[in-house]
């Protein structure tokens, strides 16, 4: 099966501050890359995704880019707020489930 | 448009119970997938079901079932409940295959084994 790893666990910024969060996968296979973010008491949500078959994608202020040789994907938030405080997960897609990393603690402080 | 809706969204059992929980996915989607999430494990697959057949399963013990009725609504069970099945058990739905577009996700039944 795949094996993720995601790092760092926590991450604390301050506001504005730019934050990166990268993911790396075992499947050389896997072709589907999202990242999802969980607030306290709800479920995962995603929040952005790429194809195996471009490198990078922005949507206002989150990217992620993906490095198929080195099999590692990551995710940016630039001009962090308080309201990005969450979990962040990524969840390679390896042919017949999301492989979820252990998750991202991000805390951003005013 | 109504999101994915799981019941009950807490319950507390004791060991050796049984327990059933439901999900209705977004109308439309064809494909409910499971997770129990844990702090210690994080978010793990239990198993998947298109237009009501298994079509994928995560590396759970045979105490974890599941199904999907006509409408695509799924119910989960747990029989013989140890105290290590406490945990959040997510639900999420898709058109088809989650990686062919976004899966969304209910926010979770919270299981309490004493």
């Known amino acids: 099966g795949e094996n993720v790893e995601q790092h760092p666990s926590t991450l604390s910024v301050q506001e504005g501050d730019s934050a990166v969060i990268k993911c790396t996968y075992s499947d050389s296979a896997s072709n589907y890359f999202p990242w999802y973010k969980q607030e306290l008491g709800k479920g995962p949500q995603l929040i952005i995704d790429i194809r195996s078959n471009v490198g990078e994608k922005k949507d206002q202020r989150i990217a992620v880019t993906l490095n198929k040789t080195a099999k590692h994907f990551s995710l940016h938030i630039t001009e962090t707020q308080p309201e990005d405080s969450a979990v962040y997960f990524c969840a390679p897609w390896g042919g017949t489930e999301l492989t979820f990393g252990q998750g991202t603690i991000l805390t951003v402080h005013p | 448009k109504a999101g994915v809706t799981q019941t009950p969204r807490y319950l507390i059992k004791t060991r050796g119970q049984q327990v059933t929980l439901s999900c209705s996915p977004i109308?439309?989607?064809?494909?409910v997938s499971w997770y129990q999430q844990t702090p210690g494990q994080g978010l793990q697959f239990l198993f998947e079901?298109?237009?009501?057949?298994?079509?994928n399963k995560g590396n759970f013990p045979g105490r974890f079932s599941g199904r999907q009725f006509s409408n695509s609504r799924s119910e989960m069970n747990v029989s013989t409940l140890e105290l290590g099945d406490s945990a959040l058990y997510l639900c999420?739905?898709?058109?088809?295959?989650?990686?062919?577009?976004?899966?969304?996700f209910g926010e979770g039944s919270r299981l309490t084994v004493l």
């Open positions: 999420a739905s898709s058109v088809d295959r989650p990686n062919t577009g976004e899966l969304f």
């Open positions: 079901y298109f237009s009501e057949t298994q079509r």
């Open positions: 109308s439309g989607h064809r494909s």
